[in-house]
């Protein structure tokens, strides 16, 4: 069964421009309610395409769901003259409900749903930006094949325990949720001597579980200390349809597991590496059998929207630029900061390690090395150090593919509200007596020199987690594939960000960012 998006677009469109107009004029009191001027098109279900994407008629999506087609979209690469035009160009598309795929090298290539209307609206509210067509027709160039590929794939699930142990057969494809969560739980019963798992860290609207690994080698390399380790918080999966992302961070999670390189034991030995490897678990079910594209999680929404963009639901400036109040949006912000009980979750796991010094959130695509802000266009205290781990990041990941990788500030991308890395970066810790933090032992050690007795709880250096985004494969080629990356790239991909991380995680545990 399928059905087939149709196009309300210029309709829609025609009400939405009315919000463009409201905001390029500077008229806030009429962007603060897009939902209302909105409201006439949601009640015409059969015409709208925010309606058909999200309607009620999907339901939940356990089991079987309506395919959702994308005939007549095109991926369209917008050009502004000048840099400088770009944040209004966001703003822009924001307010169009424009599905934004990439950013890169001054370029914005976007879904657009009728190509001519899009080109309407740019020649009357920005003439300066060049449209170019990327993909003419969605559909029928990037998920015809895709859909073909699934509809004769068979299930790896009876045989997730053999390729357990063959990595080349399990990273030569993309993975159901099943078949990730089953292979995880096989990968710590084999390595119980590295590898903690928790099934059930928090609970989705849909009622599936989100898991966590936790990583470390529990004999410390250094037999004459009991100091405790540092800590590694890694995501992946925030984002449904890049399952690039799913796939490094299993690639990741498998290495830390079963690799003797020393680079992983002598990590292992002195920090824990946390892992949620999927955090939108409803997302990512329902790319697999009803919309490729999907990006939110799967709220439903009491007036028939679904999903939040729980990149955009972290209490942090939530709310602010760069995000929707409009819940048919692809960057909806969500009815409240923290409402989500995916980010819920990964705040709860990130808030139980007292000791984490560096976070990573695995993205797709760009390839693009994000370090905080994203809410303001001030730097952050850290952003000198910031930018030299970036950038070297770039340059490890480069020795091996020849890939590039744009190390860049969040905010000179585009501006972002409520998300994962913001978040992460503004929570300190205070640290003391850590294994391999020499400054803060010599602190702790002056305190015992100078009063008899240690630090009191609480004391001690204020550390501030390094925090980035790694938006992976492909950069913006010219033919896509965009979010529909080959299953080819899985292991290059890997390949060339496991060195990144083992290299982010050791400068982090070296060298804290202290307050
Ligand atoms: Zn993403």
Redesign the pocket.
């Given at each position: 069964m399928t059905t087939t998006k149709r196009v309300g677009w210029l309709a829609a469109a025609s009400l939405a421009l009315l919000a463009a107009v409201a905001v390029l004029l500077g008229n806030h009191a009429v962007q603060a309610a897009p939902a209302a001027l909105h409201a006439p098109i949601l009640h015409d279900a059969a015409t709208s395409q925010w309606a058909m994407r999200h309607g009620a008629h999907q339901g939940k999506t356990h089991g079987k769901h309506l395919r959702v087609h994308y005939h007549g979209h095109s991926l369209m690469r917008l050009s502004p003259a000048r840099s400088a035009d770009l944040p209004a160009l966001h703003q822009l598309l924001l307010d169009l409900n424009i599905d934004v795929w990439s950013v890169r090298d001054g370029h914005v290539d976007v879904r657009a749903a009728d190509a001519h209307a899009l080109k309407a609206a740019l020649h009357r509210y920005m003439p300066s930006v060049r449209a170019r067509t990327l993909v003419a027709d969605i559909e029928t160039q990037l998920l015809a094949h895709h859909w073909r590929a699934m509809d004769t794939r068979v299930s790896a699930k009876s045989s997730v325990a053999a390729q357990l142990h063959d990595p080349k057969t399990w990273f030569s494809e993309y993975h159901d949720l099943d078949e990730i969560y089953e292979w995880y739980q096989l990968l710590a019963a084999a390595h119980k001597d590295r590898v903690t798992l928790t099934r059930n860290v928090g609970t989705t609207h849909e009622g599936r579980e989100i898991m966590a690994l936790r990583f470390t080698n529990p004999v410390s390399a250094n037999a004459n200390t009991t100091l405790p380790k540092k800590q590694i918080y890694v995501q992946g999966g925030?984002?449904a349809r890049?399952w690039i992302?799913h796939a490094t961070t299993q690639y990741i999670a498998y290495h830390l597991a079963t690799s003797d390189d020393k680079k992983i034991t002598s990590l292992l030995d002195e920090a824990e590496v946390v892992i949620v490897p999927v955090l939108n678990p409803d997302g990512y079910v329902y790319t697999w059998n009803g919309d490729r594209l999907w990006?939110k999680n799967r709220r439903a929404d009491a007036r028939g929207a679904f999903g939040v963009d729980l990149?955009r639901n972290y209490p942090t400036h939530w709310g602010e630029a760069g995000s929707s109040k409009f819940p048919y949006s692809d960057t909806y912000m969500g009815p409240s900061a923290g409402s989500e009980p995916e980010v819920q979750a990964s705040m709860a796991v990130f808030n139980s390690l007292p000791r984490v010094v560096a976070a990573l959130d695995l993205?797709?695509y760009s390839q693009l090395i994000l370090r905080p802000v994203g809410w303001t266009r001030k730097d952050p205290t850290h952003e000198a150090q910031h930018a030299a781990v970036g950038a070297a990041m770039a340059r490890i990941i480069k020795n091996v593919h020849g890939k590039d990788y744009i190390s860049e500030k969040e905010i000179d991308l585009y501006p972002v509200s409520g998300g994962a890395t913001d978040w992460w970066y503004e929570q300190s810790r205070p640290l003391k007596n850590l294994l391999g933090n020499k400054g803060v032992q010599v602190e702790e050690e002056e305190a015992m020199k100078k009063h008899k007795k240690p630090l009191p709880p609480g004391h001690g250096t204020i550390v501030r987690p390094y925090s980035y985004t790694i938006?992976l494969r492909p950069s913006s080629e010219w033919w896509g594939p965009g979010f529909v990356l080959d299953k080819r790239e899985i292991i290059p991909t890997g390949e060339e960000i496991l060195p990144a991380f083992l290299y982010y995680a050791r400068t982090a545990i070296e060298n804290v960012l202290t307050e």
């Open positions: 925030i984002h890049e992302g990006r990149n993205h797709a938006e």
